[in-house]
């Protein structure tokens, strides 16, 4: 239902819909949200080349990451996948850290906080902000 629901936001023209419930399949239902992205189909072909760049990843990174991740390639995303709607669990506590510091909340407090949660994505923060 869910993957239903974001191809009728983009087929409404409301790509912010779409992309919060395609991003959010990420930590609810993985892998079908695996599936999704892979497909020829899928029709926010932006999203879809930037799962595939996540897939080229080393280390790679668990689908649950693909929120976090886009983040940091795509930091207008923010506004797609809004924290509240991020787990409780240890994804969405990275997801919302690595929210904060993009969006210029950069304190070495928060970077601890997301180097205890997840360290790759505090690595991959920081090389995309001193590369």
Same mark, same amino acid.
């Not at 993985?30 to 926010?44: M, N």
């Given at each position: #239902?869910?993957? +239903?629901?974001?191809? *009728?936001?983009?087929?409404?023209? !409301?790509?912010?819909? *779409?992309?919060? $419930?395609?991003?959010?399949?990420?930590? !609810?239902?993985? /892998?079908?949200?695996?599936?999704?992205?892979?497909?020829?189909?899928?029709?926010?072909?932006?999203?879809?080349? /930037?799962?595939?760049?996540?897939?080229?990843?080393?280390?790679?990174? @668990?689908?649950? $990451?693909?929120?976090?991740?886009?983040?940091?390639?795509?930091? &207008?995303?923010?506004?797609?996948?809004?924290?509240?709607?991020?787990?409780? $669990?240890?994804?969405? +506590? +990275?997801?919302?850290?690595?929210?904060? /510091?993009?969006? &210029?909340? !950069?304190?070495? *407090?928060?970077?601890? @906080? /997301? *180097? @205890?949660?997840?360290?790759?994505? #505090?690595?991959?923060?920081?090389?995309?902000?001193?590369?």
């Amino acid at each position: #239902l869910v993957l +239903a629901h974001g191809e *009728a936001c983009w087929r409404l023209r !409301d790509p912010l819909g *779409a992309r919060r $419930d395609w991003m959010g399949l990420c930590w !609810d239902h993985p /892998l079908e949200a695996e599936g999704a992205f892979a497909t020829a189909t899928f029709p926010d072909r932006q999203l879809a080349d /930037l799962w595939g760049a996540f897939g080229d990843l080393e280390p790679a990174l @668990e689908t649950e $990451d693909f929120p976090a991740w886009v983040l940091l390639s795509e930091p &207008g995303m923010a506004v797609a996948l809004p924290p509240e709607t991020a787990p409780a $669990d240890e994804r969405g +506590a +990275a997801y919302r850290l690595l929210r904060r /510091l993009i969006r &210029g909340d !950069d304190r070495i *407090a928060l970077r601890r @906080e /997301l *180097a @205890e949660v997840h360290p790759e994505l #505090l690595r991959l923060f920081l090389g995309r902000r001193y590369r």
